[in-house]
């Protein structure tokens, strides 16, 4: 019976087994894929498929099925088999953390986004950077006051279907794309990027350089550098072909129609109604010493109404929470004149909190509720079994006794 399934207490028991296990193999597992390629592949999936020699075969469940199959487990068993009771309170809050817990976790992985900043003292910035994604930006910067910018994914690109956005006068179409990449100068004598890629790229810096693919890498101090080889086509037929990627630091600037445009391969943006200026970054350490003592980064926060206009203090463990987003010291470069933020979105934030809150009274309340009793049964048995209360007015003796204590004169 359905019902039986997820109350039963040995779903518990595998469940548990199976998270045992997924935890192992995702340690083991680390060393090859880095931390962020770990959480997509067993936690933030519903099966861990292992490659066994040419053959992806699934292995075991994943996070998301081990959390979901839990949660049922616990509101079914609330639901049909446990009772409330005040000597059960404590239990029952145990409980309800741990839902809240699951929950909190699920609603992590859908919704939590997790960004960076960079910014050199005086520079100003209104957006951050993704960490893993990238987009193709086609910026319209024929307004010297201002620019028209499409964005398209990285992922669309992969796929190199011809794409067309309502406000590109032109069709993009992906040819050649790479993951991961190296540039080459062609003059150096470097392969092209794929078959005729020296013919292919007309236009830009693909005349000079050469895209050669890499190995995907997942290691936590190293970036996957994608490149993509794509044609724009306009209505009169095709414009050019060029070269763009992550590892170009400059956009790529041409003309259409009569409006100058650039192209760039760029981390994905994230743009804020707000904008952050670093006024200083300090790098504290002992005296005399080269240890690191503190990391602090003194910016100007000033919203686009004008509304909010302040100085933010942003160190160690204390970060900067605004509108929604919370930013912390995450790092620095440039001999110390650049800060790193970390820049993370999640609305669920709260729920470990709460969960672990919960749990903790939970324990305290049943811990002390077993504790009284635990005491009530001492005194009892201390007073002996059916030992009857003494009379009031008579002095170490008994009802129907004699006491053989000595008494004092």
Same mark, same amino acid.
């Given at each position: 019976m359905v019902r039986d399934f997820f109350v039963s207490l040995r779903l518990t028991v595998v469940l548990i087994v199976f998270s045992m296990v997924l935890i192992f193999a995702a340690t083991l597992d680390q060393v090859n894929l880095g931390i962020w390629a770990v959480q997509e592949k067993y936690f933030r999936a519903f099966v861990v498929y292992l490659?066994?020699?040419?053959? +992806?075969?699934?292995?075991?469940?994943? &996070?998301?099925?081990?959390?979901?199959?839990?949660?049922?487990?616990?509101?079914?068993? $609330?639901?049909?088999?446990?009772?409330?009771?005040?000597?059960?309170? &404590?239990?029952? !809050?145990? $409980?309800? &953390?741990?839902?809240?817990?699951?929950?909190?976790?699920?609603?992590?992985?859908?919704?939590?986004?997790?960004? $960076?900043?960079?910014?050199?003292? %005086?520079? +100003?910035?209104?957006?951050?950077?993704?960490?893993?994604?990238?987009? !193709?930006?086609?910026?319209?910067?024929?307004?010297?006051?201002?620019?028209?910018?499409?964005?398209?994914?990285?992922?669309?690109?992969?796929?190199? =279907?011809?794409?067309?956005?309502?406000?590109?006068?032109?069709?993009?179409?992906?040819?050649?794309?790479?993951?991961?990449?190296?540039?080459?100068?062609?003059?150096?004598?470097?392969?092209?990027? =794929?078959?005729?890629?020296?013919?292919?790229?007309?236009? %830009?810096?693909?005349?000079?350089?050469?895209?050669?693919?890499?190995?995907?890498?997942?290691?936590?101090?190293?970036?996957?550098?994608?490149?993509?080889?794509?044609?724009?086509?306009?209505?009169? &037929?095709?414009?050019?072909?060029?070269?763009?990627? +992550?590892?170009?630091?400059?956009?790529?600037?041409?003309? $259409?129609?009569?409006? +100058?445009?650039?192209?760039?391969?760029?981390?994905?943006?994230?743009?804020?109604?707000f904008t952050l200026t670093l006024l200083k970054f300090s790098h504290d350490r002992y005296a005399g010493t080269e240890i690191p003592k503190n990391f602090s980064s003194r910016l100007r926060l000033r919203t686009d109404d004008g509304r909010d206009d302040r100085e933010v203090l942003i160190y160690m463990n204390n970060p900067l929470r605004y509108a929604g987003l919370t930013f912390y010291q995450a790092g620095f470069e440039n001999d110390d004149r650049t800060t790193i933020l970390q820049v993370v979105r999640n609305p669920s934030w709260l729920f470990p909190y709460v969960a672990c809150s919960l749990m903790t009274l939970g324990l305290t309340l049943q811990f002390g509720l077993h504790l009284v009793g635990f005491i009530r049964k001492r005194r009892t048995a201390t007073a002996g079994p059916g030992a009857p209360p003494a009379r009031k007015g008579t002095t170490g003796q008994t009802a129907g006794h004699k006491s053989t204590l000595p008494t004092l004169a």
């Open positions: 490659q066994v020699g040419p053959v +992806t075969i699934p292995a075991f469940p994943g &996070g998301y099925t081990i959390g979901g199959l839990l949660l049922a487990n616990l509101v079914a068993a $609330h639901l049909y088999r446990f009772t409330f009771a005040w000597r059960k309170a &404590g239990v029952q !809050l145990i $409980h309800l &953390g741990l839902i809240l817990l699951l929950v909190g976790e699920l609603l992590t992985g859908l919704w939590q986004e997790d960004f $960076h900043m960079r910014l050199s003292e %005086g520079e +100003t910035k209104n957006y951050a950077e993704s960490f893993m994604d990238n987009e !193709l930006a086609l910026s319209d910067v024929t307004d010297p006051k201002f620019d028209e910018v499409v964005a398209i994914s990285e992922k669309l690109l992969a796929t190199k =279907a011809p794409l067309q956005h309502p406000k590109l006068p032109f069709r993009v179409v992906p040819q050649t794309y790479y993951p991961n990449s190296t540039l080459q100068n062609r003059a150096a004598g470097a392969p092209p990027a =794929a078959p005729g890629a020296s013919a292919e790229t007309t236009s %830009g810096f693909g005349e000079h350089v050469a895209a050669l693919p890499q190995p995907i890498t997942h290691k936590p101090n190293e970036h996957n550098q994608p490149s993509v080889i794509l044609e724009l086509v306009g209505a009169e &037929g095709a414009i050019g072909r060029w070269l763009v990627s +992550t590892l170009l630091v400059a956009p790529q600037e041409f003309t $259409h129609a009569g409006r +100058t445009w650039r192209i760039a391969l760029r981390p994905k943006r994230v743009y804020r109604p």
